[in-house]
């Protein structure tokens, strides 16, 4: 009984460490499943990259330990119903440890919900869309860009060319709706928007989209960007093409989808006659030794094997993804395996009296799938698409983009872009630093070519939007021709010029975009318009601007939208002048200023008084009687302005005072000097009226521009309305002045600038203008347009062309050698007040030390005098001295 037992033991052992060793080995299989569209180009490239990499994987002696991996591919067409159940199919019936895709973002939303619930791995290689996210779908992880990144670089490329809108055509399901959710997003961080947009979709013919392009590019649309898989890409870019949208001065910008198969079609002569000038972002792809073998391994596969009638010639970048989204599963296949794990399900829990008859609720979970999701997760390798890593949340990590253009048959790299250092014509390297405090705007593309075979930068969008041109209207007056005029030749075609047309005429030129306007005038050109009803024309958008010498107030301020100031318009007052006589009785008086006479004055008679109380004690030229210490001091201080002073100077104190006297001395009589010969022998013009303040408090007549806000400005000031006097030219202006019909003319300083170049009887009186303002182009309130022209000014007086074209047309002739002066400037004490401090410093100094002195010479001699007096010893020593 007992040996029974014993064999029964040791035939049970036996049978546990064949279970056990049963259980560790590797399975002979593990297949994997891959959702492709194999009726698009890149499904096609895909699947025989999957197959190359299964291929290769089954080769290597040290990769999954002898278990062979198996590929299930199936074809989803790119709906999310037939790639659903494909992917029960794969996950039901083929048991798949992972699958590699979904190769559309639409279809990758319903089966990475699946792979939630499954917790099978989902290891896209294409699905782009930015909401496709870790923390949404636990089990989806993309080996891919996001959309994120570049609808980020498409922004930065938008900015670099500063254009502002941009037209949108994306296909109608959630990669292309969402991945134009994120452009909008990015473009309105660098201050551009997507004003058109349109879904175009699979179904649509060849009118609906030319019918939408159409009608974007009639209103005003140049910059496109297109975000659609590469079938709906090329019809697009086709049907534009015969719609002559891909010409001069349009942009089309193209996502990875379409970007990534250019390199291929040049075998389709439509597509790429379509498709000259394009420009694209895509991953960037780095060469090495590995991506070389593999296009050699695509091209003797391609030749020597065709799989279920489907070939594919060229390979294109979502096949390099492909590839290595393969060995990122059999790397981590076989981390796993390494770990002794095994592939196990179990039925999937259904509530409470719930039933299992679908094919969904009767799929297994993957009992191993956060095992080997984790695996994914860490796996690192360098494959042929670049250093493969992705982050915590199942994201690529990197953001390296190239941007390429198409030209000829073939494409052109013309530069990198990287989410920390922006545009660069170098390609990104692990050895290069992020340069991330270097500004984007700095880093320059090689040159392009755009549609059209144009290699000038293209402006964007045409304004308005609205297909029709806009009405700018212009101010049209009597005189003034130099700021605005209109001339009609033989054949009745109005031309519009001036300092102002040319300065707007410029100002467009310059902006990034086509502005399309036609001039109107406003005015009868035979007196002068009121220019706040011009102001209320454009604020009631009877026009769409209004150009020409309109200055801003700040009642036309809350009407309109000024732009930047393209010239000073501040009021100045110009009166007639008379000459002014320097030879009169008093004129060597006018070289100082009443203040600075005194002063002089009373430092002659201050240093004297020092001088005498330092030498009247050891001098006996400053002593005697007080009347002749009187007249000895004074002269001496006054002589010393002729340097002929006799009397000598005995003290140290009184030799410093003196030296520094005369310097101060010198000084002034070689700025009186100056001052004097200056006026006696310089033609000096004096205006009639001294400034605004005499004016106004005067009874003489003013003129002022007729139609111009001066007159209210005057009655703002208490002016009264009978000494107004309206003026329609600068002819009349001179005529008036010199008439004597009025004593002065209060206009903004350009007019009068452009007076004074040509009649040199009147002057501005007044040192500066005593009103600011400016003038400025008018737009309605909320006008883009003002903004960018407003950028346009001030890039206009940078460069100097503004004042290029003030010279043209505002230029000084007549008056330009002729001296005119206002105010003669008097030498005042606060030029010598330094002079005049330091030398009374000094005094002050000198007369408190002589002071000081004098203080403690008389202090011992009061000491001496107090003191009892006794004889010498030797009087009284052995003898008996007796005093009569």
């Known amino acids: 009984m007992a040996w029974k037992l014993f064999v029964f033991f040791l035939l049970f052992h036996v049978f546990s460490v064949f279970v056990v060793v049963l259980a560790a080995s590797p399975p002979e299989n593990v297949t994997i499943g891959a959702l492709l569209a194999l009726r698009t180009r890149i499904g096609r490239a895909a699947r025989v990259a999957i197959q190359l990499a299964v291929k290769e994987i089954n080769e290597d002696q040290t990769l999954l330990n002898g278990t062979r991996l198996l590929v299930q591919i199936s074809d989803d067409n790119c709906n999310a119903v037939q790639g659903a159940a494909a992917a029960v199919e794969l996950m039901q019936r083929n048991r798949v440890v992972a699958i590699a ?4 973002s639409e279809v990758a939303h319903f089966v990475a919900h699946m792979g939630t619930v499954t917790k099978i791995p989902i290891v896209s290689f294409s699905a782009t869309d930015p909401t496709l996210s870790e923390s949404q779908y636990p089990f989806f992880i993309r080996n891919t860009h996001s959309d994120r990144i570049q609808m980020e670089a498409i922004a930065d490329f938008v900015k670099l060319f500063e254009w502002k809108e941009v037209v949108a055509l994306y296909s109608d399901d959630n990669f292309g709706t969402n991945g134009i959710m994120e452009l909008h997003d990015e473009l309105s961080k660098v201050g551009a928007t997507i004003p058109f ?17 159409a009608k974007f590019g009639d209103a005003g649309g140049r910059i496109f960007v297109v975000h659609t898989d590469a079938s709906v890409g090329r019809a697009v870019l086709t049907e534009a093409y015969d719609l002559r949208m891909l010409t001069t001065g349009f942009v089309w910008i193209v996502t990875e989808t379409l970007s990534s198969v250019l390199d291929g079609v040049y075998s389709d002569d439509e597509f790429v006659a379509a498709a000259q000038g394009i420009v694209g972002t895509r991953s960037f792809i780095p060469g090495s030794p590995q991506l070389e073998r593999f296009k050699s391994s695509w091209r003797s596969f391609n030749v020597n094997r065709t799989r279920g009638g489907y070939r594919s010639s060229n390979v294109n970048l979502y096949g390099l993804y492909a590839y290595d989204t393969i060995w990122m599963i059999a ?16 039925a999937m829990k ?14 297994s979970v993957a009992k191993f799938g956060a095992r080997v999701l984790r695996e994914i997760v860490k796996t690192k390798f360098s494959g042929i698409s670049g250093k493969v890593e992705l982050s915590a949340g199942g994201e690529l990590k990197g953001s390296d983009l190239e941007v390429v253009n198409m030209y000829g048959r073939g494409l052109r790299t013309v530069g990198y872009w990287n989410k920390g250092t922006g545009f660069s014509v170098d390609a990104p390297s692990e050895d290069r630093p992020q340069m991330e405090s270097v500004s984007r705007l700095q880093k320059k593309l090689h040159h392009i070519v755009w549609p059209g075979d144009n290699l000038h930068v293209p402006r964007g969008l045409m304004i ?28 009745n075609v109005s031309t519009f010029h001036g300092f102002c047309i040319d300065v707007f005429k410029a100002a467009l030129s310059s902006l990034p975009y086509t502005v399309t306007y036609s001039f109107v005038g406003f005015g009868d050109g035979n007196s002068t318009p009121s220019y706040d009803e011009l102001v209320e024309k454009v604020a009631n958008k009877k026009f769409d601007a209004a150009v020409g010498d309109i200055t801003i107030t700040r009642k036309r301020a809350k009407l309109v939208d000024f732009t930047q100031p393209y010239t000073i318009s501040g009021l100045v007052l110009v009166v007639p002048v008379t000459e002014t006589h320097a030879h009169q009785a008093w004129a060597f008086l006018q070289p100082f200023s009443n203040s600075m006479w005194y002063t002089t004055a009373a430092f002659f008679f201050f240093t004297g008084t020092v001088v005498w109380i330092l030498e009247r004690d050891k001098n006996r030229d ?70 605004l303040s005499r004016l106004v408090g005067s009874d003489v007549r003013i003129g002022y521009q007729e139609g111009s806000f001066v007159k209210d400005y005057l009655l703002q000031l208490n002016v009264e309305s009978d000494r107004l006097v309206p003026l329609k030219s600068i002819a009349t202006y001179s005529t008036a002045l010199s008439s004597n019909e009025v004593g002065a003319v209060v206009d903004e300083l350009p007019y009068v600038q ?14 500066e203008e005593f009103s600011k303002s400016g003038w400025g182009f008018a737009f309605p309130k909320g006008s883009a347009l003002a903004a960018d022209v407003s950028t346009a000014v001030l890039t206009l007086a940078e460069t100097g062309e503004l004042q290029r074209i003030h010279e043209t047309w505002l230029h000084t002739t007549r008056c330009s050698g002729k001296v005119v002066e206002v105010k003669f400037d008097k030498l005042d004490l606060r030029a010598f007040s330094g002079l005049f401090g330091f030398f009374a410093v000094v005094v002050v100094v000198a007369t408190l030390s002589h002071a000081l002195r004098s203080y403690c010479q008389n202090y011992k001699t009061a000491l001496l005098a107090a003191a009892p007096f006794q004889w010498p010893s030797h009087f009284s020593r052995g003898k008996n001295v007796s005093v009569a």
């Open 754 to 767: 452009l007076l004074l170049s040509s009649d040199c009887r009147f002057a501005i009186s007044g040192e």
């Open 350 to 363: 259904c509530p409470p009296g719930g039933e299992r008859r679908l094919d969904l609720a009767r799929l």
């Open 197 to 213: 947009r349109a879904a175009v979709s699979r179904s649509m013919n060849k009118d609906d989209i030319g019918e939408i392009l």
């Open 101 to 104: 895709g979904p190769q559309t």
């Open 331 to 346: 790397y981590a296949i076989d981390g796993f395996l390494a770990a002794n794990g095994s592939f196990e399900y179990e």
């Open 464 to 491: 308005p939007k609205t297909g029709r041109e806009l009405v700018i209207g212009v101010p049209l007056k009597q005189g003034y021709k130099e700021f605005v005029d209109l001339t009609i030749d033989v054949s």
């Open 622 to 691: 400053f002593g005697g009687r007080p009347r002749k210490q009187v007249v000895t001091t004074f002269w001496f201080i006054f002589s010393t302005l002729f340097f002929s002073q006799r009397e000598r100077i005995n003290s140290i104190l009184g030799r410093i005072v003196v030296i520094i006297w005369l310097f101060v001395v010198l000084i002034l009589i070689s700025s009186y000097t100056a001052s004097l010969t200056s006026i006696l022998t310089v033609r000096r013009l004096r205006p009639t009226i001294q400034g």
